[in-house]
């Protein structure tokens, strides 16, 4: 099944990324120096740049919003989590990995996934059933980093994370009872960050599966964050205690 990409912004990132792209369409009469710059790009790399009606892209996407372009890509190749420590091996860095547990829209997962590119994460892990899949409305809000970052798609999330333990990775999830605040763990060992659904938070099973269980610390009247703003806090202070910052 065909996904797409729609933005400047992500169907840049896709060109450049090498993701397998079958074509680049262009709304009829759009025109710019940014689209010109992407159909160039494209055409350097032998994809076809088509021209197609408003009425073609909304029978693709509905009525996204798409700045006049979008690409059409092969379905998400999605990886053994092995390959994640690879990745990890191969940049010299313990393994850095984002577990979502039952993350269901698609602009948190995006939001996530875009804020995990940034931070250096190595991949991220979703379950096959009750969560969103990686589609163009994620690829849109991760600004394309979805084509930069690996995902690996499991059947049972919990078996994942004991999979990861074996493999040496240390699973930190998220409590509002936790004793620990986020910022108290040493994350420059191997660690996976585990984030759950956005109502119902981290599941019970995840948290006792986790080794650590840490609190943003809450100060006004609200009890919790945004999931894909929680995840943020919690990767950017593991890549701050890596890279010193």
Not at 148 to 167: C, I, S, W
Request: some cysteine; aromatic content about 6%.
């Amino acid at each position: 099944m065909s996904r797409y990409v729609v933005g400047r912004n992500a169907v840049t990132e896709a060109i450049q990324s090498g993701e397998n792209i079958e074509s680049v369409l262009v709304l009829y009469g759009a025109k710019g120096f940014g689209l010109e710059k992407i159909k160039e790009a494209a055409k350097q790399k032998n994809i076809p740049v088509k021209e197609v009606s408003k009425q073609r892209i909304r029978e693709l996407v509905g009525n996204v919003t798409t700045q006049g372009i979008m690409a059409v890509l092969g379905e998400k190749e999605y990886v053994q989590m092995e390959q994640f420590i690879e990745i990890a091996k191969s940049r010299n860095e313990p393994p850095f990995i984002v577990v979502c547990d039952e993350v269901e829209d698609p602009h948190n997962l995006g939001a996530i996934t875009r804020t995990a590119e940034a931070c250096g994460v190595h991949g991220i892990v979703i379950p096959k059933h009750r969560s969103v899949q990686v589609n163009h409305t994620v690829t849109k809000a991760s600004a394309g980093a979805t084509e930069h970052l690996p995902f690996t798609r499991v059947t049972n999330t919990g078996t994942a994370v004991d999979e990861l333990k074996k493999m040496g990775v240390w699973i930190v999830g998220t409590d509002a009872k936790a004793e620990k605040c986020y910022t108290e763990i040493d994350y420059t060992m191997p660690v996976a960050i585990v984030v759950g659904n956005e109502g119902k938070g981290l599941r019970r099973l995840m948290k006792d599966k986790s080794d650590f269980l840490v609190k943003i610390p809450m100060f006004g009247k609200v009890t919790s964050l945004n999931v894909s703003v929680a995840t943020a806090l919690l990767l950017y202070e593991v890549a701050r205690k890596r890279k010193g910052f």
